[in-house]
């Protein structure tokens, strides 16, 4: 067995990458190389793409990149800004054996950490961050079903958003119309103390993944209040990037933009919806939890090649911490300035 080391310029090996995602039942959307694409466009990432051969066939492949942040150090991730990462692989042996290269390669760049965003177990023997978690559904075949199978308070809510005359629109098309998205997608972070990133980031989002991405709006008396961009990979869908203006919260749109988003997934043939990542504790997990979903722990792993413990933005950086609360005071138009500075250094 042997490594190759995918290049944006070896055809060849692009294309055994993009075969080998489609086949490989771990692959998530978050390992295409239209990810690569984006996080090197956008926030300068140095991509490492370890793929597994022997014999000629792919066997396994590991996507990496080497992030340097005042916050957190200097690391490999796999991947950041993705909710899942680590390593695709056809067996035990294939997956050890692409450990072992990004162990190597951790120690070549010498970072201070090596990061696994892991959806399913493993036998690396790493140490685990034990707060994130998953919510993923198996949609059934009858939106009735569904229905039938949410919590009473999450019907109410949906019920609530209809009788409140918010229209829904889902549209493949949505995407062309970031300037609609985007200010609420601030709007939502600025609120949450969180950082935006920047409108470049999204436009090549677009040119990466135009048709795997279909977008909804809410609005209320024509004024767009409510958005989210979804990912739609093999048969999952995945809202990923969403917000809500604040003085719609009491007409419940939130609510019912995610059943339509269920709704849409069961009538176009989709098998699961993915809800995402979210902290134990945060009004995120909260929500996913009322709507019915069961929380399914996540598996950060860290190999630790230059510092003792797990990076921590809070407790690493006085920095951090305050800038969280500034973000939350200053005008929307100046997060959108300043956001984009900050997120690069937290992938």
């Known amino acids: 067995m042997y490594i190759q080391l995918v290049s944006k310029n070896d055809s060849s090996s692009n294309k055994k990458w993009d075969e080998y995602i489609e086949k490989s039942r771990t692959a998530t959307f978050f390992h295409q190389l239209g990810w690569k694409n984006l996080l090197e466009k956008v926030l300068g990432y140095e991509p490492f793409y370890l793929m597994a051969e022997e014999d000629g066939r792919v066997k396994g492949i590991l996507p990496l990149f080497l992030t340097k942040s005042r916050f957190l150090g200097k690391a490999l991730i796999s991947i950041p800004f993705a909710v899942y990462g680590g390593i695709c692989a056809d067996d035990e042996e294939t997956s050890l054996f692409l450990f072992e290269e990004a162990k190597k390669l951790a120690k070549e760049k010498n970072v201070d950490y090596l990061e696994l965003r892991n959806l399913y177990e493993n036998n690396f023997g790493l140490i685990e961050n034990p707060i994130h ?33 918010l229209e829904v629109e889902i549209s493949f098309e949505g995407i062309d119309r970031l300037e609609d998205f985007y200010p609420i997608f601030a709007h939502s972070l600025r609120n949450l103390g969180s950082f935006i990133l920047p409108f470049k980031y999204f436009k090549t989002l677009k040119e990466e993944f135009d048709k795997r ?11 767009v209040v409510a958005s989210v961009l979804t990912f739609l990979f093999k048969d999952m869908i995945i ?34 919806f993915d809800f995402g990542k979210s902290k134990k504790g945060t009004g995120s997990f909260e929500f996913k939890e009322n709507f019915g ?55």
């Open 133 to 165: 978690y998953t919510f993923i559904i198996e949609l059934p075949d009858k939106v009735e079903t569904l229905w039938n199978g949410l919590k009473r308070k999450a019907r109410g809510a949906v019920r609530k958003g209809i009788k409140s005359d």
């Open 213 to 223: 991405i279909v977008m909804v709006f809410i609005r209320h008396k024509e004024e």
């Open 239 to 272: 809202p990923y990037y969403g917000g809500c203006l604040s003085k719609s919260l009491e007409y419940s749109p939130n609510n019912l933009m995610y059943w339509k988003l269920m709704e849409y997934g069961i009538e176009n043939g989709y098998k699961f």
């Open 293 to 347: 979903f069961e929380p399914k722990p996540l598996h950060y792993q860290y190999y630790l090649n230059e510092i003792d413990k797990m990076p921590d933005p809070g407790i690493l950086s006085w920095e951090y911490r305050w800038a969280k609360r500034l973000i939350k005071k200053v005008p929307l138009g100046i997060t959108k300035i300043i956001g984009p500075e900050i997120v690069k250094h937290l992938p």
